[in-house]
Protein backbone atom coordinates (compact mmCIF):
# COMPACT_ATOMS: atom_id res chain seq x y z
CA UNK A 1 0.00 0.00 0.00
CA UNK A 2 1.27 3.29 -1.09
CA UNK A 3 2.10 6.09 1.92
CA UNK A 4 -0.83 8.15 0.58
CA UNK A 5 -3.40 5.78 1.06
CA UNK A 6 -2.02 4.11 4.35
CA UNK A 7 -1.77 7.86 5.78
CA UNK A 8 -4.98 8.15 8.27
CA UNK A 9 -5.36 4.67 8.35
CA UNK A 10 -1.87 3.87 10.47
CA UNK A 11 -3.75 4.99 14.53
CA UNK A 12 -6.68 2.61 13.12
CA UNK A 13 -4.34 -0.24 12.18
CA UNK A 14 -2.23 -0.08 15.37
CA UNK A 15 -5.46 0.61 18.05
CA UNK A 16 -7.13 -2.81 16.56
CA UNK A 17 -3.92 -4.70 16.72
CA UNK A 18 -3.92 -3.97 20.36
CA UNK A 19 -7.28 -4.93 21.04
CA UNK A 20 -6.89 -8.27 19.30
CA UNK A 21 -3.51 -8.89 21.04
CA UNK A 22 -3.11 -7.32 24.00
CA UNK A 23 0.12 -5.65 24.28
CA UNK A 24 3.10 -5.66 22.09
CA UNK A 25 5.72 -3.79 21.45
CA UNK A 26 6.47 -2.38 17.36
CA UNK A 27 8.01 -4.74 15.62
CA UNK A 28 5.13 -7.26 16.84
CA UNK A 29 2.44 -4.69 15.52
CA UNK A 30 4.10 -4.21 12.30
CA UNK A 31 4.79 -8.21 11.70
CA UNK A 32 0.96 -8.47 12.80
CA UNK A 33 -0.39 -5.86 10.51
CA UNK A 34 1.81 -7.54 7.50
CA UNK A 35 0.84 -11.37 8.12
CA UNK A 36 -3.13 -10.26 8.67
CA UNK A 37 -2.97 -8.42 5.63
CA UNK A 38 -1.16 -10.80 3.32
CA UNK A 39 1.45 -8.32 3.03
CA UNK A 40 -0.71 -6.09 1.39
CA UNK A 41 -0.04 -3.20 3.87
CA UNK A 42 3.45 -2.88 5.29
CA UNK A 43 4.36 -0.47 8.03
CA UNK A 44 7.06 1.06 8.37
CA UNK A 45 9.72 1.99 11.18
CA UNK A 46 9.64 5.93 10.53
CA UNK A 47 5.78 5.48 10.51
CA UNK A 48 4.79 3.34 13.32
CA UNK A 49 7.31 4.78 15.72
CA UNK A 50 5.86 8.63 15.75
CA UNK A 51 2.89 6.94 15.07
CA UNK A 52 3.19 5.32 18.84
CA UNK A 53 4.39 8.16 20.33
CA UNK A 54 1.38 10.14 19.10
CA UNK A 55 -0.85 7.51 20.30
CA UNK A 56 0.39 7.44 23.56
CA UNK A 57 0.54 11.25 24.11
CA UNK A 58 -2.88 11.04 23.50
CA UNK A 59 -3.79 9.12 25.96
CA UNK A 60 -5.04 6.08 23.98
CA UNK A 61 -2.31 3.77 24.45
CA UNK A 62 -0.05 3.18 27.29
CA UNK A 63 3.86 2.08 26.88
CA UNK A 64 5.88 0.23 29.39
CA UNK A 65 9.12 -1.07 28.80
CA UNK A 66 9.41 -4.65 28.96
CA UNK A 67 12.07 -8.30 27.97
CA UNK A 68 10.77 -9.50 25.02
CA UNK A 69 10.19 -13.34 23.83
CA UNK A 70 14.24 -12.39 22.35
CA UNK A 71 15.80 -11.71 25.15
CA UNK A 72 15.69 -7.59 24.31
CA UNK A 73 14.73 -5.24 26.14
CA UNK A 74 11.39 -3.69 24.50
CA UNK A 75 8.31 -0.64 25.07
CA UNK A 76 5.34 -3.30 24.84
CA UNK A 77 1.76 -0.90 24.11
CA UNK A 78 -1.68 -1.59 25.50
CA UNK A 79 -4.79 -0.11 24.59
CA UNK A 80 -6.15 2.04 27.42
CA UNK A 81 -10.06 2.64 27.91
CA UNK A 82 -9.61 5.88 25.26
CA UNK A 83 -7.89 3.73 23.00
CA UNK A 84 -10.98 1.33 22.97
CA UNK A 85 -13.55 4.12 22.84
CA UNK A 86 -11.47 5.91 19.62
CA UNK A 87 -11.11 2.57 17.71
CA UNK A 88 -15.00 1.87 18.07
CA UNK A 89 -15.66 5.72 16.50
CA UNK A 90 -12.52 5.06 13.65
CA UNK A 91 -13.54 1.94 12.30
CA UNK A 92 -17.50 2.95 12.38
CA UNK A 93 -16.04 5.94 10.11
CA UNK A 94 -13.93 4.11 7.89
CA UNK A 95 -17.48 1.30 7.50
CA UNK A 96 -19.17 4.50 6.32
CA UNK A 97 -15.94 5.75 4.13
CA UNK A 98 -15.95 1.98 2.77
CA UNK A 99 -19.88 1.69 1.90
CA UNK A 100 -19.15 5.88 0.38
CA UNK A 101 -16.47 5.29 -2.18
CA UNK A 102 -17.83 1.34 -2.83
CA UNK A 103 -21.07 3.34 -4.06
CA UNK A 104 -19.34 5.57 -6.41
CA UNK A 105 -16.96 2.84 -7.82
CA UNK A 106 -19.56 0.31 -8.84
CA UNK A 107 -21.42 3.26 -10.81
CA UNK A 108 -21.80 1.97 -14.31
CA UNK A 109 -19.37 3.16 -17.05
Request: glycine content about 8%; overall charge positive.
Amino acid sequence: MTKDRLQGTLDLLILKTLAVRGAAHGYAIAAHIDRISDALVQVEEGSLYPALHRLEQAGLIAGDWRTSETNRRARYYALRPAGKKRLAEEEQQWQRLVRGVGAVLAQEL
